[in-house]
């Protein structure tokens, strides 16, 4: 019987990582060696010293985002192929996490049977990317050049973004995210600015007539 390729995962949501555990034990080509809560230095540490073959990670982790924790990864073991998952569905992050040396990337809506796919055609040092993605990528090809491009928008931007578009003020998304008021406001201007935006109505306004998953 051929080697099964081990994976660890990486995911905030106890209940999220055990269920894609499950799932992907239940598959005798796969072995789930590790679950990993947390992007801490304790954390990276199983992956120097387990070496798996996969790696999934969940870009919205803490204390850094799956993409900056993709570049530690492939430090501590190289040869590690490093698949990104995520809610959100925009091209931007897909490409961002392949810059930083991950080979996969899928949403939370894609299917068992993409997981898979993913997974083998990392392991091959193939890239994946899902369908979703894919879809998306094609709208954006048909757009107007002028579209703000969200791919400029940094992790913690796009938290901020969340509550925005949610209708809090500066004063409660920096409750939210333990941030001072003037750190939110700082913030606001330059999501305004990378977006070629000029206030927050025409922020909204664009947040709403995009697919935005936020």
Known sequence: MEKKI???IFDDHNLVAEMWSEMINADERFTVTAICNDTSDKSIEVVRTKRPDIVIMDINIMPISGIDATKQVKK???GTKV???SMHNQPSFAKRMLKNGALGYVTKNSN??????????ANAGKVFICKEIQENLTKQVFE????PDISKISE???????HIKDGLSS???GEKLFLSTRTVEVHRSNIL???NLKNTASLLKFIHNSSLDI
């Open 6 to 8: 081990s994976i660890i």
């Open 193 to 195: 600015k990378k977006l």
């Open 76 to 78: 501590v073991s190289p």
């Open 171 to 173: 004063k409660e998304i």
């Open 156 to 162: 913690r931007e796009v938290e901020v973004l969340k």
């Open 144 to 147: 107007d050049e002028e579209t």
């Open 112 to 121: 068992r049977k993409e997981m898979f796919e993913a997974i083998l055609s």
């Open 83 to 85: 698949i990104g998952v």
